[in-house]
Structure formats: C-alpha cells, structure tokens
C-alpha cells in the first residue's frame, strides 16, 4: 500500500470535512455519532487532515470531540499523539506547513513537541527545514530539543537552517542550540554555511562564536571546503575572522585550501590563498606544491596563475605522497590516459616547459612514447645550446632554452630502454637536431627494428662503425631480421660524406633548426640535401 497517496473510498467523512475546512458539517457528523477517530490508508484521523489543512475551527471541533469519547486524558493525549503509518503526528503536519495557530491549539492539548517520525524528523525539523520562522520560535520556547540528530546523516535543526540559508531561523536557534554538534562526518552547522555558500548564515554563526578552525573527521576545515566550491565572499570572510590557510586537511597528505582553489580552478581564491599560505608547500619536503592539484583538475589557468606568483614548475618529488615526480610529468601520464581531456593536460604542459620545468626519466618515459608530447617537448627546448657568437643564435631569439646535460643524458638512457617506441622518437629527435651517433649503441643495432637501424645508419659513415657494430648487424643479415639498404655495401659516396663534415662542423641543431643553411648560395636541392631532409621527410 502506498502511504503517500490519499485513496479517496478509505477517507471517512469526518476526515474529508476536516479536510475542507466544513466546520458545520463536521459538526453535524459528530453529533450523528461519527468517529474522529477512523484512519484512512495512510493511517491520517481527522486531527492529522484537520492540522495539515490548518483548519484550526474543525481542529478544535475534533479535539473537543476525542476529549469526549477518549474516557481518559492519558486516551485522549494518545489520540493527540497519534501518528500516522510514516509517523507523523499532527502537530508535524501542522508545523511542517506553517499552520502556527494549529501547532498552539495541538501544544495546548498537550502534544508531545519531540515526537520523532519514522525518518527522524519532528515538528521543530519540519518546521526548519520549511523556514516557518514564527513556528520555530513557538516551537523554541515550548523547550523543544535542539541538539538532536535528525535523518540519517545526523544533522542536527541547527545544520538543516544553516543548508537552507534561513539565516532569522538559525538567528532563533544560535541562542541556545550547540554551535559545534557534529554530524557523522564531525561537520559543525558552519562547515555547511562554508560548503554551500550561505554567507549570512555564516556570519550569523561565527558572530554566534562558532569556531571557524574546527575539523571534520578527515580533517577538513570550512575554509577548506569554501575554498573547494568556489565561494568567494566565504573564504574572504572566514580569512577576516582567524580562518588558519596552513592547517593541514587531509589525513593522506598535507593538503591546504590553496590545493582546493587550484585543483577547481577558482582564479579569484586561488589568488587570496596565494598572499596568506606559507610557501614551504611550494617546495618543502613532505608537503605537495598546489600546481600538481591544478594539473590534476584540468586547470591551465590555475597552472599559469602559480607560475606567476613565482610557484616552481618542478615543485618538490611526491613520489612517496601522490605516486608522481614532478607536476610535468603527473601532465604527461593524464595525458596520455585521457585523450579526450588532452587538450587541457597539454596546455598545463606547455606552461611548466616554458617556465623551465626539468626533464627527467619520469618526464622522458611518457615524452618518447608519444609524438605530440615530444614534439611539445621540442617546441620549448633546444637539444644542444646554441653558441652566443653563433648567427643562429640572432635568428632563434632566446625563446627557448637548451636541454641541461643531465637532461640530455636522462633522455638517452631513457630512449635506449624504449626502443619498442624507436619509430615514433627516433625521427623526430633527428629533426630536432640530435646528433644520430649518440644512439649508436649495441643494443640499438640488436633490438630495434629494422627500419631504425636502415634509418640511423644513413646519418652516419656506415664503413668506419666499430667491429662490434658490424658483427651485430652481419648476424641480423644472417637471421634476416634486418635488410639493408644496398648503398650500406658500399663505401658512402663523397656527397653524403661533406654533408656529415658540414653537420659536424656547424652542428646537428644549427643546421637543422635554424634557416643558416638555406642563405648559402646553393640549390634549394643541395640545401635540402645538406640537411638531410631527403631521409627525414621519407621517414616521417
């Protein structure tokens, strides 16, 4: 049976006419001998339609009459006190609706003011959560309880007004209820002021003495939470009244509401916590810099934000807290996790490599596995420094900088531990400019493929290698792992060895990257030639 709909053929007449507020006809009915005391479907009497409906004449028509017929006054409080199948008495349904002169008639007739419904409501909780303010201060004063918990996440009346910003109810009930009653996550009514921005509430709280440091069961703080759902006018108040930014929030890790603001991207947050947070979490060791957060929420303005207020792009190595080494590389993995959130991974990017975020293998590991990572990667860095007498150096601008030597080295050890990825790296870095015998390696010519080694070889005097390298690529001949190219039978031609001369003379990324070959008084043919495009753009 459903307890929520009236099925009208179980209503008796005495409830109907309450209903309707037909004070001579109910009248009538209970001189016929009609029972005030029939229950319908849902288990309403005449005194529950009677003090929903607020129809305060039929009310007392019907108490007058249970008085009569009750034989007791214990029968007639428990007729009072009936409740309905969902547990809710008459005096609930009248406060739940405002009905205030209902709710003083049922008081009078002694109602119990604290009976609970079978979802641990009452008639204060009613009347709270519906902002009937002149029913709460009734209820108030009949010394209605407080501090009770209501509903499953036991919430006090206190934590209902304050979520539904009935700011002159909470204003009744900060005179006499507990400020700091927790729910079962230890949240105080001002945690909910805080989470969903009912700034005057807050302010009715902490003018109240609400203590605005207090924290949750995992440590959370209000301003924490404010500062996580974008309410300005909160934190700034909470900030104005003692709120502590460097108070750790999280038993995992010491999060700060500066982490909050970056991961959600609220800019206008972000920028207040910037001036009162300390900035050992920049860098500190054991702390966790907010840039990593704002990666982590997809917010490139956050990212550009930090960078600005003078934020490190490498922050510190939370490996042992977040399981990632730098915030470069945390943009690296989600990019290539989420393709269809790329976009704003790859710009967080873009803005740690223009601010000199460091390359390391944990940066290197996903850079070389994919081309448009290594090609942003390209886009911001030289592979080798540039001479400042160099004329290359007035062309390029100082837009970029060079990769360090142990950048350099990390790059290398990392590409000969991704050879499975060889094709996608290895003609790209060529481009770039780096030099193809810093690959020449024994396990590049026993485990790449095929390709690669035909590839590399063709950047290099393939008669001089050294004895090992030959052996290697005779025994893949032998295995047929490895076909080469058939000039690799013959001595290189001169071409092809003054091209190698000249690109070890000005350098792999001068003349590569820079446009000092293409003022030479040459053939665009023997330009292109002496930049080897002939193999990088077939193999590309």
């Given at each position: 049976?459903?307890?929520?709909?009236?099925?009208?053929?179980?209503?008796?007449?005495?409830?109907?006419?309450?209903?309707?507020?037909?004070?001579?006809?109910?009248?009538?009915?209970?001189?016929?001998?009609?029972?005030?005391?029939?229950?319908?479907?849902?288990?309403?009497?005449?005194?529950?339609?009677?003090?929903?409906?607020?129809?305060?004449?039929?009310?007392?028509?019907?108490?007058?009459?249970?008085?009569?017929?009750?034989?007791?006054?214990?029968?007639?409080?428990?007729?009072?006190?009936?409740?309905?199948?969902?547990?809710?008495?008459?005096?609930?349904?009248?406060?739940?609706?405002?009905?205030?002169?209902?709710?003083?008639?049922?008081?009078?007739?002694?109602?119990?003011?604290?009976?609970?419904?079978?979802?641990?409501?009452?008639?204060?909780?009613?009347?709270?959560?519906?902002?009937?303010?002149?029913?709460?201060?009734?209820?108030?004063?009949?010394?209605?309880?407080?501090?009770?918990?209501?509903?499953?996440?036991?919430?006090?009346?206190?934590?209902?007004?304050?979520?539904?910003?009935?700011?002159?109810?909470?204003?009744?009930?900060?005179?006499?209820?507990?400020?700091?009653?927790?729910?079962?996550?230890?949240?105080?009514?001002?945690?909910?002021?805080?989470?969903?921005?009912?700034?005057?509430?807050?302010?009715?709280?902490?003018?109240?003495?609400?203590?605005?440091?207090?924290?949750?069961?995992?440590?959370?703080?209000?301003?924490?939470?404010?500062?996580?759902?974008?309410?300005?006018?909160?934190?700034?108040?909470?900030?104005?009244?003692?709120?502590?930014?460097?108070?750790?929030?999280?038993?995992?890790?010491?999060?700060?509401?500066?982490?909050?603001?970056?991961?959600?991207?609220?800019?206008?947050?972000?920028?207040?916590?910037?001036?009162?947070?300390?900035?050992?979490?920049?860098?500190?060791?054991?702390?966790?810099?907010?840039?990593?957060?704002?990666?982590?929420?997809?917010?490139?303005?956050?990212?550009?934000?930090?960078?600005?207020?003078?934020?490190?792009?490498?922050?510190?190595?939370?490996?042992?807290?977040?399981?990632?080494?730098?915030?470069?590389?945390?943009?690296?993995?989600?990019?290539?996790?989420?393709?269809?959130?790329?976009?704003?991974?790859?710009?967080?990017?873009?803005?740690?490599?223009?601010?000199?975020?460091?390359?390391?293998?944990?940066?290197?590991?996903?850079?070389?596995?994919?081309?448009?990572?290594?090609?942003?990667?390209?886009?911001?860095?030289?592979?080798?420094?540039?001479?400042?007498?160099?004329?290359?150096?007035?062309?390029?601008?100082?837009?970029?900088?060079?990769?360090?030597?142990?950048?350099?080295?990390?790059?290398?050890?990392?590409?000969?531990?991704?050879?499975?990825?060889?094709?996608?790296?290895?003609?790209?870095?060529?481009?770039?400019?780096?030099?193809?015998?810093?690959?020449?390696?024994?396990?590049?010519?026993?485990?790449?493929?095929?390709?690669?080694?035909?590839?590399?070889?063709?950047?290099?005097?393939?008669s001089t290698l050294a004895p090992p390298f030959k052996d290697i690529l005779c025994q893949r001949r032998a295995q047929l792992t490895w076909q080469p190219f058939p000039q690799f039978d013959s001595i290189p031609d001169l071409s092809h060895l003054c091209r190698l001369r000249i690109r070890t003379l000005m350098?792999?990324?001068?003349?590569?990257?820079?446009?000092?070959?293409?003022?030479?008084?040459?053939?665009?043919?023997?330009?292109?030639?002496?930049?080897?495009?002939?193999?990088?753009?077939?193999?590309?």
């Open positions: 049976m459903d307890f929520s709909e009236c099925y009208e053929d179980s209503v008796s007449s005495v409830a109907a006419a309450a209903r309707g507020g037909c004070r001579r006809r109910l009248r009538w009915l209970i001189r016929e001998g009609r029972s005030v005391d029939t229950a319908d479907n849902r288990g309403w009497r005449a005194v529950h339609e009677a003090a929903a409906a607020g129809t305060v004449a039929c009310l007392k028509e019907i108490l007058s009459a249970a008085a009569m017929t009750a034989g007791s006054s214990s029968g007639f409080h428990a007729y009072v006190n009936s409740a309905t199948h969902e547990g809710e008495s008459a005096c609930f349904l009248a406060a739940k609706r405002g009905h205030l002169d209902a709710v003083r008639l049922l008081l009078k007739a002694r109602a119990n003011v604290d009976q609970l419904t079978n979802d641990l409501s009452c008639p204060l909780y009613a009347a709270v959560s519906n902002g009937h303010k002149d029913v709460v201060q009734l209820l108030v004063s009949k010394g209605a309880k407080l501090n009770r918990w209501h509903t499953a996440s036991c919430w006090t009346c206190l934590h209902q007004a304050v979520y539904q910003n009935h700011a002159d109810i909470v204003r009744i009930l900060v005179r006499t209820a507990d400020l700091e009653a927790r729910d079962d996550f230890k949240m105080t009514p001002l945690f909910v002021a805080a989470q969903y921005g009912q700034q005057e509430s807050l302010e009715v709280l902490v003018s109240a003495g609400a203590k605005v440091n207090t924290q949750a069961s995992d440590l959370a703080t209000p301003l924490l939470l404010a500062s996580q759902e974008g309410h300005l006018s909160c934190v700034n108040f909470l900030l104005d009244h003692g709120a502590d930014a460097n108070l750790a929030c999280s038993c995992d890790w010491p999060q700060l509401p500066i982490h909050a603001a970056a991961q959600f991207g609220h800019l206008s947050i972000l920028r207040r916590l910037v001036g009162v947070t300390e900035r050992r979490c920049d860098g500190g060791e054991g702390m966790v810099s907010p840039l990593y957060l704002a990666v982590q929420g997809r917010q490139p303005a956050s990212v550009e934000l930090l960078l600005a207020q003078g934020f490190g792009p490498d922050a510190q190595d939370c490996r042992q807290l977040l399981g990632i080494r730098s915030p470069l590389a945390h943009a690296f993995e989600c990019q290539l996790g989420f393709s269809e959130r790329a976009l704003s991974y790859s710009e967080a990017a873009r803005m740690l490599l223009a601010a000199g975020a460091t390359l390391r293998q944990d940066e290197w590991r996903p850079a070389l596995a994919r081309h448009d990572l290594l090609t942003l990667v390209l886009d911001h860095r030289w592979i080798y420094p540039l001479s400042d007498n160099s004329a290359a150096a007035a062309d390029v601008g100082r837009s970029k900088t060079a990769l360090t030597g142990s950048e350099l080295s990390d790059m290398l050890t990392t590409a000969l531990e991704r050879l499975e990825f060889a094709a996608r790296w290895l003609p790209p870095l060529v481009k770039a400019g780096l030099e193809p015998e810093s690959l020449l390696h024994l396990d590049v010519l026993r485990e790449a493929d095929g390709e690669i080694v035909n590839f590399l070889l063709q950047f290099l005097n393939w350098g792999p990324d001068v003349v590569v990257r820079t446009d000092l070959v293409q003022r030479l008084p040459v053939a665009p043919c023997i330009q292109h030639f002496l930049q080897f495009r002939d193999i990088i753009q077939h193999s590309l």
